[in-house]
């Protein structure tokens, strides 16, 4: 009999069976975020993220929108001790939690922490980047991303979470709150998708990730 679907719950849990825990602190962090409602990135999409970052090995890497320092300390765990992780972030109290989680994780000198408004703070970086990763404010993606082009390196990576948006970016009834943020998600994918700048692909990893190389 064919399956209609391929993922059921006995295939995800024969997936999740192979995973290794994350270490202590990862574990805490993914917790604080749990309890506190602050969006961190999902399992399957940070495992994901780690693995471009193992294949890249990037020198230097541009976060936009930090929140607590989850990915921050997940891509810099991985880095070499040379390379570096530059990360904005605008909201003053996930700064304040993230140096304190930064701190913890020992990554002082591997992350480099740019306080601000991502839409300012990117023109004024001199710097070109191996590897961008994108998960800010929904309304601002279009924005961020042509500012971040121009910061990506001819063969550099950009990896951008979200482009599923739970599920709402392809239904056809949104609820009310969601309309709008809909409306840019599907706008950005549609600009995304058809980059002359990439060769872009929509993965279902996740709440979708959208994954770009520098043509």
Do not use: C
Request: charged share 30%.
């Amino acid at each position: 009999m064919k399956m209609k679907k391929i993922i059921y719950p006995a295939q995800l849990d024969y997936i999740s069976s192979f995973v290794k825990k994350n270490n202590p602190l990862i574990i805490e962090m993914g917790k604080f975020a749990l309890e506190n409602k602050i969006p961190i990135l999902s399992k399957d999409s940070s495992e994901f993220l780690e693995q471009i970052v193992q294949i890249k090995k990037p020198k230097k890497v541009l976060e936009i929108g930090m929140a607590i320092a989850y990915s921050s300390i997940r891509i810099a765990k991985i880095l070499s001790s040379e390379s570096v992780v530059t990360t904005i972030e605008i909201n003053k109290v996930n700064i304040k939690i993230a140096k304190t989680y930064i701190k913890k994780a020992n990554m002082i000198k591997k992350i480099k922490v740019l306080e601000g408004d991502a839409e300012d703070i990117i023109p004024t970086i001199k710097d070109k980047f191996d590897l961008i990763f994108l998960d800010a404010d929904k309304e601002d993606y279009l924005t961020l991303f042509n500012l971040s082009l121009e910061k990506l390196k001819k063969g550099g990576v950009i990896f951008i979470d979200n482009l599923l948006w739970h599920g709402f970016a392809a239904a056809k009834k949104i609820p009310k709150k969601y309309k709008n943020s809909t409306k840019h998600i599907r706008n950005f994918n549609y600009h995304f998708m058809n980059s002359k700048s990439l060769k872009s692909v929509l993965l279902p990893i996740g709440d979708g990730i959208g994954l770009g190389i520098k043509l």
